[in-house]
């Protein structure tokens, strides 16, 4: 078996020595080597946040109690700027919300309900009931009149979840696909009255 410099392996040489050497051109109708295309990830833009993994980013609207909205109230704003209300699949998700929102105090709407009591909670973008963080003993469906879940922002309750009303007025929040440029024109989505 062939070892060594005779087998194509490199040595460490003076740069003095007088050795062969090997030159390289383009062949013939060969160009040279396009630059790789980089992409940039799609991020969050200002003001929103990232939804732990997923590929998402989220926004906490909150306004005076005159303007909070009920939760269909909310659920087609976050329509109408490109998304939806939130939906949360995971404790990383969980903590990604939480530690933005936790400062705000209150209750939100999350993008929960059971709109049909039969078929019971789904999130209303569509996606799976994978994961749920009801406080201890909701949701109860008190006096039969809850069937939308908010979510708590202090500290000590940790972002849990209640069933309320969803004739209730609450603060809300969107969730948006990553790189959605729409969501910059909040400014004007707030003054639509949903019908
Ligand atoms: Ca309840």
Redesign the pocket.
């Known amino acids: 078996m062939t070892t060594g410099t005779l087998a194509g392996l490199w040595d460490v040489l003076s740069c003095t020595n007088q050795e062969k050497y090997i030159c390289k051109h383009l062949a013939e109708g060969a160009g040279p080597t396009p630059e790789p295309i980089t992409t940039i990830p799609p991020r969050c833009h200002e003001g929103w946040y990232p939804v732990g993994s997923r590929n998402f980013c989220f926004k906490f609207f909150t306004w005076p109690h005159a303007d909070k909205k009920t939760w269909i109230e909310a659920r087609d704003f976050c329509r109408v700027i490109g998304g939806d209300l939130l939906s949360i699949h995971s404790s990383t998700d969980l903590q990604s919300i939480h530690h933005v929102y936790r400062s705000h105090g209150g209750t939100s709407w999350i993008g929960l309900s059971a709109q049909d009591p039969n078929a019971g909670y789904a999130w209303t973008d569509g996606s799976p009931l994978s994961f749920q963080h009801w406080m201890k003993g909701?949701?109860?469906?008190?006096n039969s009149v809850?069937s939308c879940a908010e979510i708590y922002s202090t500290w000590d309750e940790k972002g849990s979840w209640?069933?309320?009303d969803c004739e209730g007025y609450n603060d809300w929040l969107c969730e948006i696909p990553k790189g959605t440029v729409r969501a910059t024109t909040t400014g004007c989505v707030r003054s639509l009255k949903v019908q």
């Open positions: 909701q949701p109860d469906n008190y809850e209640n069933d309320v």
